[in-house]
C-alpha cells in the first residue's frame, strides 16, 4: 500500500513539472513563417568548438523529439525523416533553416547547447499561407445617391478586410470573406472625383491589395435626370408633330394647284360656249 508520503511526493513532483511546462511555453518565443517559403529561426549561435553539440528538438505540443543534431557547423543528423533534405544552416547565425515549410510543420521547436555555454531557447512556430488577392464589384444599391463597393476574398480563413483611402483606414478589419464599403454621392464627385479606394486583404504574414475608382463601378447621376429626360421626350414629340404638320400642308397645298392647272388645260375649257354660237348665227338676219 502507497504510503501518504509517498503520494505527497509524487504530486509535488507533477506539480513542478507542470509549472516548469507552463513556464516553458510562456518563455516561448512566437515566430511566424510562410507554407512554401524558407523559414530560419531568429537566433544568433555563436562559432564553438568543434566537438561542441547543438540539438534541436520539436513537438507539437512540447519539444520531446530531436530533428537535427549539429556538430563543427555541420549538420551530422537528421532524426525525423520528414525533415530530411530540408535542412540547413545559416551561413550568419548558425541557426536553423527549414526549406519549404508546411503547415504540418508548425509547432514547438527547441535549441539546446550544453558546453563552452549555456543555451536553451525555445519557439512556437505558426505557418500561414499567403493572403488571397480580393476583387472588387459593385454591390447593392440603397439609393440613387449611394454607391457600394464589395470586396471579397476566397479562402478567407485567417484573413482580415477593410478598406483605405489615402492612409486613412475607413472600416476596421474585419474577419470575413467579405466587406462593403458605402459611399455616398457627394463623396465621389466634385474635388472627391478622383480619389482611389484600396482594399486590404490582410493575415499575420502577408498583406495583398487592390486599389480602385468608384466611378468605375458605379457612374455618377446627375440630380434631376429622369426630368430632363422626360423634357428632352416632350420636346423630340412637339417638334416632329410640328414637322408632319407642315409636310401634310405642303402636300395639300401642292395637290390644290396641280388640280388648277388640270382645270385650266382641259379641252371643256377651249370650247365656244352655247350662247355664243346662238348669237352669231341669228346676227344676219338682223341686219
Excluded at 553539440?53 to 507539437?60: D, K, P, S, V
Excluded at 472627391?192 to 486599389?211: E, F, G, K, L, M
Excluded at 397645298?253 to 385650266?264: L, T
Aim: aromatic content about 8%.
Amino acid at each position: 500500500m502507497i504510503s501518504s508520503g509517498k503520494i505527497v511526493f509524487f504530486l509535488g513532483i507533477s506539480y513542478v513539472y507542470a509549472s516548469s511546462l507552463s513556464a516553458a511555453q510562456l518563455a516561448a518565443q512566437q515566430v511566424k513563417g510562410i507554407v512554401g517559403e524558407p523559414f530560419t529561426f531568429p537566433v544568433v549561435i555563436p562559432n564553438l568548438l568543434p566537438d561542441t553539440e547543438i540539438n534541436w528538438r520539436y513537438g507539437t505540443e512540447d519539444t520531446d523529439w530531436p530533428i537535427a543534431r549539429i556538430q563543427n557547423r555541420k549538420i551530422v543528423a537528421v532524426v525525423d525523416e520528414r525533415f530530411k533534405a530540408r535542412l540547413q544552416l545559416d551561413n550568419v547565425t548558425n541557426s536553423l533553416r527549414i526549406n519549404n515549410v508546411q503547415t504540418a510543420d508548425s509547432g514547438f521547436y527547441q535549441v539546446e547547447i550544453y558546453k563552452e555555454i549555456y543555451l536553451k531557447k525555445i519557439f512556437i512556430l505558426s505557418l500561414y499561407n499567403v493572403a488571397p488577392v480580393p476583387r472588387v464589384k459593385k454591390g447593392s444599391e440603397r439609393g440613387e445617391s449611394d454607391c457600394v463597393l464589395l470586396c471579397s476574398v476566397e479562402n478567407w480563413n485567417n484573413t482580415s478586410l477593410s478598406w483605405q483611402t489615402n492612409g486613412t483606414t475607413l472600416t476596421q478589419p474585419t474577419s470575413r470573406h467579405s466587406t462593403q464599403l458605402d459611399l455616398s454621392h457627394h463623396q465621389i464627385r466634385g474635388v472627391n472625383a478622383t480619389y482611389r479606394y484600396t482594399c486590404v486583404a490582410s493575415n499575420p504574414v502577408s498583406n495583398q491589395t487592390i486599389t480602385v475608382t468608384p466611378s468605375d463601378y458605379c457612374p455618377l447621376k446627375e440630380r434631376g435626370g429622369h426630368t430632363e429626360l422626360i423634357l428632352r421626350v416632350l420636346v423630340f414629340i412637339v417638334l416632329t408633330g410640328v414637322v408632319i404638320a407642315v409636310c401634310v400642308w405642303v402636300w395639300k397645298k401642292g395637290n390644290a394647284q396641280d388640280e388648277d392647272r388640270i382645270d385650266e388645260t382641259s379641252p371643256a375649257s377651249r370650247q365656244t360656249p352655247i350662247s355664243q354660237l346662238s348669237t352669231s348665227k341669228t346676227s344676219p338676219k338682223q341686219m
